[in-house]
C-alpha cells in the first residue's frame, strides 16, 4: 500500500528524490514519515528522518537539517524526500510509513519504529553514497 521509488547510488554531495505511492485511502488523514535502516542496525534502530504531520507541518531529524525537505503532493497522494549534499552516512534503506492519524510531524519523529504495525511500512528503496 505504500511503495517506494528513487533510491540510488550516488557520490556524495549529490542529490536523491524518493517518492512514495501512498495506495490506500486509510492513509489520507496520516502523518507521514520517512525512516531509514542503516547497513548491520535492526529495524528497531531505525531513524526517523523527516515527517509530514496530519495537520501539514514537516520536521526533520538533526542529522539532516538543511540537507532533506520532505513534502507531500495530497492530489497525487505521493510522498517525497529531497535528500541534497548527501553523506556516506546517509547510505540506508529507506522506509516510508504511515506514521498515524491526528500526529504531529515533530512527535512522528520520536516514535519508535516497534509501535508502528508493519502493514503500514513500505518495502523500502536503497540509497548508497560513495565517498
Known amino acids: 500500500r505504500l511503495v517506494e521509488s528513487g533510491g540510488g547510488s550516488v557520490q556524495a554531495g549529490g542529490s536523491l528524490r524518493l517518492s512514495c505511492v501512498v495506495r490506500?485511502?486509510?492513509?489520507?488523514?496520516?502523518?507521514m514519515a520517512w525512516f531509514r535502516q542503516a547497513p548491520g542496525k535492526q529495524h528497531e534502530e531505525r531513524e526517523a528522518?523527516?515527517?509530514?504531520?496530519?495537520?501539514?507541518?514537516?520536521s526533520v531529524a538533526d542529522s539532516v537539517k538543511g540537507r532533506f525537505t520532505i513534502s507531500r503532493d495530497n492530489a497525487k497522494n505521493v510522498l517525497y524526500l529531497q535528500m541534497n549534499n548527501v553523506k556516506p552516512e546517509d547510505t540506508a534503506m529507506y522506509y516510508c510509513v504511515a506514521v498515524g492519524p491526528r500526529s504531529s510531524a515533530i512527535r512522528a519523529l520520536n516514535v519508535m519504529p516497534g509501535a508502528i504495525p508493519f502493514a503500514n511500512w513500505g518495502q523500502g528503496t536503497q540509497v548508497t553514497v560513495s565517498s
Open positions: 490506500d485511502d486509510t492513509y489520507s488523514n496520516h502523518c
Open positions: 528522518v523527516a515527517a509530514y504531520g496530519s495537520d501539514g507541518t514537516t
